[in-house]
C-alpha cells in the first residue's frame, strides 16, 4: 500500500478530544465506566467516525465494535484497535487513542481510495479494564470464546447489577453482529506505555514483546462487630486488626518475589464506623509478574498467608487471571520495521499493563506499539502524552499495518 500516505494528527487529537469529553470529569479526567450510557456515547462516536469513512460497521451480542475496510483478497484480515471504556478516574488516552488512532489509519486509506491486500479491520473492544464488571479485558476474551455471552450477562457490580440487566437498559448497546464470515490472522494496539521508561530513557516507540500476567483476588475477613469503648482488646474478633495484618504481610512478597508488583487497592470496611469494631473487611490484591511460574509461586504465597490461623475466618476468591504472553516475532518485527523507516529511537519491552492484544495472542498474532506517558502516569486525571507524540505512534502503527495488510 501507499506507505507515503500521512495522517491527520490534528483530526485524530480532535477526536481524542471529543470522546474525552464523554463522561468528562470535572477535574479534567474522564469516567466512562463499561457498560453505562456514557460507554455507548463513546462507542457511537467512534461508529459515526467508522460509517463517515465509508466503513462496514458491526456491533457484536456484548457491544464490540467493529469497522471493516475490505481488501482486495480474502487472506486473513490484519485487525487494529483498543477499548473506549476508562476506569472510574481515568484519563483521555488509555485505549483511547489505540481507537481513535487505528479510524484514522482506516479513514485515510478509505480517503485516498486506497484498496489494502488484506481486509483491515477495527475494534473496540468493551471493558477491557474490568474496574465495573469482572473480569477485565472482557470484549477480547468473548471475542476470543475464552468467556461465553451468559458468562459476560450474569457478571454483577458490586450493587449486584448484572450486565445482562445493563444490556437490556441500554437501548442500542448490543448488536447481532459477528465476524464469523471475516477470518482474521494479526492484531495490533497502539497504546501509552502507562509506565515511565520510555520516558526515563527519552525513546519515542516502545515495541512491545510481551505482556506481563496479571493475577486479581478479593479477600474477605469475617469477624465480629462489637463496641469500641465497652469490648476488651483480648475479646475482640476485629477484622479490622486482621486484614491489616494480612494486608502488611502480603506487602512483604516483591522483596521474596522479585520484579513481582502487588498491589491492594481497594478496601471496603463494614460497617465503617468510628465506634464499631469492624465485623467484614474485604480488599483486593492485583499481582502482576512477566514469568508464569513466579506469578504461581506469588499466588501460593498468599495463599499460605490468607490460611494463617487467626480469630477471623478468612476466604478468598479469584476475579481475574491472564497468563503472561509473549507476541508474535512477524508482528513485533513489523513495528520495529515501521518505527525504524520513520527514524524514531525505539527499545523493545513486556508492558506492564494488561491489554486486550494479550488476550487476543491467543487466536491471533498479536503485537502492540507503546508511546511514552508524561510522569509514567496513568489511569490518572495527569494522564498526557504529546501531539508529537501520539503523531509517532500512530504513524507506526500505521506503517506496521500496511507491512501486514501487504503480507
Ligand atoms: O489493569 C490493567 O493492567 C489494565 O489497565 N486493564
Ligand atoms: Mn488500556
Ligand atoms: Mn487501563
Request: glycine share 10%; proline share 3%; charged share 20%.
Amino acid at each position: 500500500m501507499s506507505a507515503k500516505l500521512v495522517l491527520q494528527i490534528e483530526r485524530l487529537e480532535q477526536r481524542l478530544r471529543d470522546l474525552a469529553n464523554m463522561g468528562a470529569r470535572l477535574d479534567g479526567g474522564v469516567c466512562r465506566l463499561a457498560f453505562t450510557e456514557v460507554d455507548l456515547w463513546g462507542r457511537s462516536l467512534m461508529a459515526d467516525h467508522l460509517e463517515q469513512a465509508g466503513l462496514e460497521v458491526r456491533i457484536d451480542a456484548i457491544g464490540n465494535l467493529f469497522g471493516i475496510l475490505r481488501g482486495s483478497t480474502d487472506l486473513p484480515a490484519v485487525m487494529i484497535g483498543s477499548h473506549t471504556d476508562t476506569v472510574a478516574t481515568g484519563g483521555r488516552y488509555d485505549g483511547a487513542l489505540g481507537v481513535v488512532a487505528a479510524i484514522e489509519c482506516v479513514t485515510r486509506l478509505s480517503e485516498s481510495g486506497v484498496v489494502p491486500k488484506r481486509t483491515i479491520v477495527v475494534a473496540s473492544f468493551v471493558n477491557e479494564e474490568g474496574v465495573r464488571f469482572m473480569p477485565d479485558m472482557m470484549g477480547s476474551l468473548y471475542h476470543s470464546r475464552a468467556i461465553s455471552l451468559q458468562e459476560v450477562q450474569a457478571s454483577t457490580d458490586g450493587d449486584g447489577i448484572s450486565i445482562g440487566q445493563e444490556l437490556g437498559r441500554i437501548t442500542g448497546f448490543a448488536g447481532a453482529d459477528t465476524l464469523d464470515d471475516t477470518p482474521i490472522g494479526f492484531f495490533l494496539e497502539l497504546h501509552i506505555e502507562q509506565g515511565p521508561i520510555l520516558e526515563d530513557e527519552n525513546l519515542q516507540i516502545g515495541v512491545v514483546t510481551g505482556v506481563q500476567g496479571l493475577s486479581w483476588t478479593e479477600v474477605m475477613v469475617q469477624g465480629a462487630s462489637n463496641h469500641a469503648g465497652t469490648t476488651p482488646m483480648e475479646r475482640r474478633r476485629d477484622a479490622g486488626l486482621v486484614s491489616g495484618e494480612l494486608m502488611a504481610a502480603l506487602r512483604q512478597l516483591p522483596g521474596e518475589i522479585g520484579d513481582l508488583r502487588l498491589t491492594i487497592g481497594s478496601v471496603t470496611y463494614h460497617p465503617n464506623l468510628v465506634n464499631v469494631i469492624a465485623s467484614q473487611v474485604t480488599f483486593t490484591v492485583d499481582l502482576r509478574h512477566p514469568d508464569p511460574v513466579k506469578l504461581r509461586a506469588a499466588e501460593a504465597r498468599m495463599v499460605e498467608i490468607l490460611k494463617l490461623k487467626s480469630v477471623c475466618e478468612v476466604s478468598y476468591r479469584s476475579l481475574a487471571r491472564v497468563e503472561p504472553c509473549l507476541f508474535s516475532s512477524n508482528v513485533v518485527s513489523a513495528v520495529q520495521q515501521a518505527s525504524d523507516a520513520l527514524g524514531y529511537s525505539s527499545i523493545k519491552m513486556i508492558s506492564g499493563a494488561g491489554h486486550d492484544a494479550q488476550i487476543l495472542h491467543s487466536i491471533y498474532e498479536a503485537g502492540m506499539v507503546f508511546i511514552p506517558s508524561r510522569n509514567g502516569v496513568s489511569h490518572s486525571v495527569e494522564e498526557y502524552s504529546t501531539p508529537q507524540q501520539v503523531g509517532a505512534g500512530a504513524h507506526v502503527l500505521f506503517g506496521a499495518l500496511q507491512l501486514l495488510a501487504d503480507r
